[in-house]
């Protein structure tokens, strides 16, 4: 591994918001290499979202030190945001173009891209999300689903470095989020992009990360490990979590003995358990 295989380093981040909430980050140091998919899990009002806003060099540090493709985000920022692309938790605050086209084409122009290239990766991106029909639309008056597809094609369009999407799937019903789970698997299967997300359905922290860190109340990140290790070996309900009902049915089947392997993996359990 290079130094540049390093996307994302922070140590011992405390945020204070104007009024004085303090978010106090320290803990286990967060780090990412490129390609890797993680996940940051904790209770509501932890940090995760003020994480996220530091990697993406919207907020600036009081304390300590965040380092995003070797510079500082918020010093930075031009330079650094056009390797991101990001979902925020409220997609509102996000659409800006006055139709779904012009929204999701506003980073590509931005950043200097031709209005012909920019024109063939927005109508990419619209196909690959299934959302060519909303094109003229203005993104104030989608359904929340559908502003969640708007804000990743305009995430994806640029083709960044590095995805940030914090809780993607919120709102979004139950066939979209198949859609965009798969998109998203995809993705990473055929260009290795690193991505980065919360979210608090942990059905879906098993399709979406492979790696996980967790953060107690009031900040502090306590955790990290390989997703599986976190549901398996730890217990996550200090931190208001619950391991998805799968990895619990498997717990409580080996505690009667049954010796499973500890696997998230539908298809391989039924494998083993149809084998006996
Ligand atoms: N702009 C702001 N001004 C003041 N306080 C804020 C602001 N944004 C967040 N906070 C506070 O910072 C703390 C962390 O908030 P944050 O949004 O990062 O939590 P979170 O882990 O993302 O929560 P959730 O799971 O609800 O999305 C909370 O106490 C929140 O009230
Ligand atoms: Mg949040």
Redesign the pocket.
């Known amino acids: 591994m290079t130094a540049d295989d390093i996307i994302v380093e922070i140590h011992c981040l405390e ?1 204070t ?3 004085g ?1 303090r ?1 106090d980050l320290c803990g286990t140091d967060f780090r990412v290499t490129r390609g890797q998919r993680v996940a940051v899990l ?12 530091h990697i993406l060099g919207i907020l600036q540090p009081t304390k300590g030190k965040v380092v995003v493709f070797g510079e500082d985000p918020a010093r930075h920022y031009n330079h650094v945001r056009q390797k991101i692309g990001a979902v925020m ?1 409220n997609a509102d605050e996000q659409l800006i173009g006055p139709t779904v086209f012009d929204d999701i084409a506003f980073a590509p122009l931005n950043f200097g891209f031709s209005r012909e290239e920019t024109r063939t990766r927005v109508e990419e991106m619209l196909h690959a999300l299934d959302i060519g029909h909303l094109r003229e639309r203005l993104p104030h008056y989608l359904s929340g689903g559908e502003k969640r597809k708007v804000a990743l094609a305009g995430a994806l369009v640029f083709g960044p470095e590095l995805l940030i999407l ?2 993607p799937l919120e709102g979004v019903d139950y066939t979209s989020r198949q859609e965009i789970t798969a998109f998203l698997h995809k993705l990473h299967a055929d260009t290795g992009m690193t991505m980065i997300s ?1 979210m ?1 359905d942990m059905d879906l922290v098993c399709d979406l990360a492979d790696e996980g860190y967790i ?1 107690q109340s009031g ?1 502090r990140i306590d955790l990290h490990g390989r997703i599986v290790d976190l549901f398996f070996h730890h217990d996550l309900a200090q931190y208001n979590l619950a391991p998805p009902p799968l990895a619990q049915l498997v717990t409580r089947l080996n505690a009667h003995g049954l010796h499973l392997p500890l696997t998230l993996d539908v298809e391989v359990l039924a494998e083993v358990l149809g084998r006996r």
Do not use: A, I
Not at 42 to 53: A, I, M
């Open positions: 945020h918001y104007t009024g909430v978010v904790g209770p509501n009002g932890s940090g995760k979202s003020t994480l996220l806003k938790q914090d809780e919360t608090h953060m900040g």
